[in-house]
Each structure stands twice: as C-alpha cells, then as structure tokens.
C-alpha cells in the first residue's frame, strides 16, 4: 500500500484528517448559529449565545488540535450554504438541529479515528 499515505504514521494522518473534518464542521455551525441567532425569539436569544459560545470554544480546541498533529488548521468558508431558508424562530429552531446533527456526524468518525 505505498503512496496511500504520505509519509510519517498513517494513524496520526486519519486522525489529523478527522480532527481537520471536525474543524470544517465547527466552522460551519458557528456560521449556522449566527443564523439562528439572528431569528431565534427572544426567549431562545440566551440559550444560543451559550450554544454559539460553546461551539467556538470547541473550534478553538480543534484548532488546537490540529496544531499538535503537526497540521495547518483548515480556514472557515465566507459563507456556507444552509439547507432550507431560514426566517422566523421555528426555522432557526429547525436549522439549530441541523447543525448539532451534522455536527455529531463529524465527532463520530472523530472518535472512531482516535
């Protein structure tokens, strides 16, 4: 199987390729939740500010992350496209479990590399 891997030890490229993949993903629901932050209701505003807060926190990490596995941490994108229209506070609803959704996809092979 040589020339699959570039050089050094497999392992620690899937796992620099699944925290590079989970990076991508925070990137994106960062993005996301400004969205939802934008149309949440009032009552909600509180709960998404923390929620935003904790995925910048957890991008921060995976940067980090990254950074130790001997890797450039992947840039976010300028915009990202959302999977329906998103304007009023039950679409932002639903646009919030998108995120956390695919997000969890990205922390699951994650796990699975490590």
Same mark, same amino acid.
């Given at each position: 199987m040589t020339g699959l891997w570039p050089a050094g030890d497999p392992g620690?490229?899937?796992a620099l390729? @699944?925290?590079q993949a989970a990076l991508a993903a925070e990137h994106a629901t960062v993005y996301g939740y400004g969205v939802v932050g934008a149309w949440a209701g009032d009552d909600a505003r509180d709960e998404v500010?923390?929620?935003?807060?904790?995925?910048?926190?957890?991008?921060? /990490?995976?940067?980090? &992350?990254?950074r130790e596995l001997g890797g450039s941490p992947?840039?976010? &994108?300028? /915009? +990202? @496209?959302? $999977?329906? $229209?998103v304007g009023d506070a039950i679409?932002?609803? @639903?646009?919030?479990?998108?995120?956390?959704?695919?997000?969890?996809?990205? +922390?699951?092979?994650l796990v699975r590399a490590g």
């Open positions: 620690a490229d899937v390729l @699944a925290v500010r923390r929620l935003l807060e904790a995925h910048r926190d957890q991008r921060d /990490g995976l940067r980090r &992350s990254v992947v840039a976010a &994108s300028a /915009g +990202y @496209a959302l $999977p329906f $229209p679409s932002a609803t @639903a646009l919030a479990a998108v995120l956390e959704d695919r997000l969890a996809g990205a +922390y699951a092979d």
